[in-house]
């Protein structure tokens, strides 16, 4: 929590203080912890961004309509300062925003308000008709329902997404989010005539470089081999995502006083753990460290690991490595609100992974009550990166959360106890997938033969075509043959002769 709390006072953005400020702070407390974390560089792609001063206000009453004090992040990304004494300007309501909400009105220099996306908005108002900025309400179903008598919670009127507009040095405009008060204060004024807004915006640009956190705890038979866990540290949320790294940060620290105390001994394969920008910092590392990264084991995201599942909605998931699941939709493994991605049969590469981290996570969950639930692979953070190059790998997070990339994701809906069931979980599926020994592969042989025998089952439930009977076969027979190479102390001829003989098994 003091990770989360600490982060929770900036908007990250790679390359702005914020974030530099989050990287040094995990940098500093994982050297005092006794780890030797290391900040690699790298080049910022597009800039760094930050904002003293995000301000509309009616410009007759000066009553302020959005503000950094109070919103926070409704300033969007890439906004560019007003001029001196601020922007006075006519507001302009356009509804939904499409093109055709734009005929008949001039905006031209006008502030622009409209349900459309930002970008939406930006393109037609500012690059298009020449406005001086944009209010967008656009935000995600999931988040609150556009009638607001199928409200369920009364921060539904308070709450938005925050976003970003195009980087545009010609443009210089600014994009704002608001909510449904703030807008609904706005349209209720348009009502009895032209209105005017007053915009105040101070805002800087950074140009990096872009930075992360690395830290290792060597393995002490094949430390050539990883098992890597990454977190991000971009973005404004609580939960989203200074609770991955809140949690990767304590787990990594559990790990290693355990290690010097000798109460746990050390991992056979090197343990890695990484905080940086999302997708961005794992393909730095993934190319700046191209050898290591051949011999990557497995690789856990942690993004959203901290949701206080009573207040944003959300179970935690196990997004798992791609599986047959997320090619074919299956009843029993239904998607998030996030949404599937297009995975192809011929990508599928079956792994003991999903079987294992779910089966310590069960553990966890029996001795605690916590709630494990799973989605078909639908990517988007770190695991994507991974995954890309090849690497077995998922993503442990929530989802719904009902104020995911809002003002609201603070900490007051981050569960400490929640995270700490994350990080155990995760911390012991990536010391057991670095340490296993003949015992444990020839465990982790009955767990793989069982979860395969039940997955066959399930499908005969579900009325499976053969293709997907098939496709289950094949991922579990390579899930089976990727035992023999989890002892880290090297192939084992007892763990072979397991394997070939569950393989032999009818249906196996
Ligand atoms: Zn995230």
């Given at each position: 929590?003091?990770?989360?709390?600490?982060?929770?006072?900036?908007?990250?953005?790679?390359?702005?203080?914020?974030?530099?400020?989050?990287?040094?702070?995990?940098?500093?407390?994982?050297?005092?912890?006794?780890?030797?974390?290391?900040?690699?560089?790298?080049?910022?792609?597009?800039?760094?961004?930050?904002?003293?001063?995000?301000?509309?206000?009616?410009?007759?009453?000066?009553?302020?309509?959005?503000?950094?004090?109070?919103?926070?992040?409704?300033?969007?990304?890439?906004?560019?300062?007003?001029?001196?004494?601020?922007?006075?300007?006519?507001?302009?309501?356009?509804?939904?925003?499409?093109?055709?909400?734009?005929?008949?009105?001039?905006?031209?220099?006008?502030?622009?308000?409209?349900?459309?996306?930002?970008?939406?908005?930006?393109?037609?108002?500012?690059?298009?008709?020449?406005?001086?900025?944009?209010?967008?309400?656009?935000?995600?179903?999931?988040?609150?329902?556009?009638?607001?008598?199928?409200?369920?919670?009364?921060?539904?009127?308070?709450?938005?997404?925050?976003?970003?507009?195009?980087?545009?040095?010609?443009?210089?405009?600014?994009?704002?989010?608001?909510?449904?008060?703030?807008?609904?204060?706005?349209?209720?004024?348009?009502?009895?005539?032209?209105?005017?807004?007053?915009?105040?915006?101070?805002?800087?640009?950074?140009?990096?470089?872009?930075?992360?956190?690395?830290?290792?705890?060597?393995?002490?038979?094949?430390?050539?081999?990883?098992?890597?866990?990454?977190?991000?540290?971009?973005?404004?949320?609580?939960?989203?995502?200074?609770?991955?790294?809140?949690?990767?940060?304590?787990?990594?620290?559990?790990?290693?006083?355990?290690?010097?105390?000798?109460?746990?001994?050390?991992?056979?394969?090197?343990?890695?753990?990484?905080?940086?920008?999302?997708?961005?910092?794992?393909?730095?590392?993934?190319?700046?460290?191209?050898?290591?990264?051949?011999?990557?084991?497995?690789?856990?995201?942690?993004?959203?690991?901290?949701?206080?599942?009573?207040?944003?909605?959300?179970?935690?998931?196990?997004?798992?490595?791609?599986?047959?699941?997320?090619?074919?939709?299956?009843?029993?493994?239904?998607?998030?609100?996030?949404?599937?991605?297009?995975?192809?049969?011929?990508?599928?590469?079956?792994?003991?992974?999903?079987?294992?981290?779910?089966?310590?996570?069960?553990?966890?969950?029996?001795?605690?009550?916590?709630?494990?639930?799973?989605?078909?692979?639908?990517?988007?953070?770190?695991?994507?990166?991974?995954?890309?190059?090849?690497?077995?790998?998922?993503?442990?997070?929530?989802?719904?959360?009902?104020?995911?990339?809002?003002?609201?994701?603070?900490?007051?809906?981050?569960?400490?106890?929640?995270?700490?069931?994350?990080?155990?979980?995760?911390?012991?599926?990536?010391?057991?997938?670095?340490?296993?020994d003949e015992r444990d592969a020839l465990a982790s042989v009955d767990?793989?033969?069982?979860?395969?025998?039940?997955?066959?089952?399930?499908?005969?439930?579900?009325?499976?075509?053969?293709?997907?009977?098939?496709?289950?076969?094949?991922?579990?027979?390579?899930?089976?043959?990727?035992v023999?190479?989890?002892p880290?102390?090297?192939?084992s001829?007892a763990v072979?002769?397991a394997?070939?003989?569950?393989?032999?098994?009818?249906?196996?």
């Amino acid at each position: 929590m003091d990770i989360v709390t600490f982060m929770d006072q900036y908007w990250r953005v790679a390359g702005n203080p914020g974030f530099n400020a989050s990287v040094d702070r995990i940098r500093d407390g994982l050297q005092k912890a006794g780890l030797q974390p290391r900040v690699e560089e790298f080049a910022l792609r597009g800039r760094g961004w930050d904002y003293q001063v995000g301000t509309v206000a009616f410009a007759d009453t000066d009553e302020v309509l959005l503000s950094r004090e109070r919103d926070r992040v409704s300033l969007c990304i890439n906004s560019f300062s007003t001029p001196d004494g601020g922007v006075d300007a006519p507001l302009i309501d356009v509804g939904a925003g499409r093109a055709a909400d734009f005929e008949g009105k001039d905006v031209k220099g006008a502030v622009v308000l409209g349900a459309a996306s930002v970008g939406q908005l930006w393109q037609q108002a500012v690059k298009a008709r020449g406005a001086a900025g944009v209010i967008s309400t656009s935000i995600a179903p999931y988040i609150r329902p556009d009638d607001p008598s199928r409200f369920t919670s009364q921060d539904q009127h308070d709450v938005f997404q925050w976003g970003s507009v195009p980087y545009d040095q010609e443009a210089r405009a600014f994009g704002f989010k608001a909510s449904l008060r703030a807008a609904s204060k706005m349209r209720e004024r348009l009502k009895s005539g032209p209105v005017r807004v007053k915009v105040n915006v101070r805002s800087s640009f950074y140009d990096g470089p872009n930075r992360m956190v690395v830290a290792e705890i060597p393995g002490s038979i094949t430390p050539d081999e990883r098992i890597v866990m990454v977190a991000h540290i971009q973005e404004p949320g609580a939960n989203d995502d200074g609770s991955g790294c809140g949690t990767l940060y304590a787990l990594a620290i559990a790990l290693q006083q355990a290690i010097a105390s000798k109460a746990l001994p050390p991992p056979g394969r090197t343990l890695t753990f990484i905080w940086g920008d999302e997708n961005r910092g794992s393909r730095a590392w993934l190319t700046a460290h191209a050898e290591q990264a051949k011999r990557v084991q497995y690789m856990f995201s942690l993004d959203m690991t901290g949701e206080d599942v009573a207040k944003t909605g959300g179970a935690f998931l196990i997004e798992k490595q791609a599986d047959p699941s997320a090619v074919w939709p299956r009843p029993s493994d239904p998607h998030s609100e996030w949404g599937g991605s297009d995975v192809k049969a011929s990508e599928l590469k079956g792994s003991l992974l999903n079987d294992v981290h779910l089966a310590i996570c069960r553990r966890r969950a029996r001795d605690t009550g916590w709630i494990v639930k799973t989605n078909p692979y639908e990517g988007g953070s770190d695991h994507t990166e991974f995954k890309r190059d090849g690497i077995p790998s998922l993503l442990n997070w929530h989802f719904t959360d009902r104020y995911y990339h809002t003002n609201l994701d603070r900490p007051d809906k981050t569960s400490a106890a929640e995270m700490v069931n994350v990080g155990v979980a995760v911390a012991t599926s990536g010391w057991f997938l670095a340490s296993a020994d003949e015992r444990d592969a020839l465990a982790s042989v009955d767990l793989i033969a069982g979860a395969a025998s039940a997955r066959l089952a399930l499908e005969q439930t579900q009325s499976a075509t053969p293709d997907i009977l098939d496709a289950w076969r094949k991922w579990y027979g390579e899930a089976l043959d990727s035992v023999r190479r989890l002892p880290a102390t090297g192939p084992s001829a007892a763990v072979d002769a397991a394997v070939a003989r569950a393989r032999a098994r009818p249906g196996g």
